[in-house]
């Protein structure tokens, strides 16, 4: 019996935790969505894209050592100019340009500056 009520106990505390795990996970997911909005995204909100160029325009205004950097970058949902001036940063090649351009014409629904 008291072996049982320790495998009760067990099982319990694992699904408290998925519990939060789960929580926290929404959480995220809502505050994701919601920058989205704020951006003027009209697209389609695809988390680990959004997170992508998210990251992206964070890296270019620590790169840059220019913080405003990485809210221009974020300006009309990705959409202008200083998206560019951030790939150019990076050095990425021209090939991946195209890509880049996709992504953020799904996110944004609109086309790019660039």
Wanted: hydrophobic content about 35%.
């Amino acid at each position: 019996m008291i072996k049982f009520l320790g495998i009760l106990l067990v099982a319990g505390g694992i699904l408290n935790v998925w519990e939060t795990e789960a929580k926290m996970t929404v959480d995220f997911h809502r505050r994701y969505f919601k920058q989205f909005e704020e951006l003027d995204c009209n697209g389609t909100f695809i988390e680990n894209e959004f997170l992508r160029l998210e990251l992206f325009c964070s890296d270019c205004g620590i790169w840059l050592k220019n913080y405003p950097s990485t809210d221009y970058c974020r300006q009309k949902c990705y959409t202008t100019l200083h998206v560019k001036k951030c790939l150019n940063t990076f050095k990425l090649p021209e090939s991946s340009l195209p890509s880049y351009r996709r992504l953020i014409e799904s996110l944004s629904g609109r086309q790019p500056d660039f």
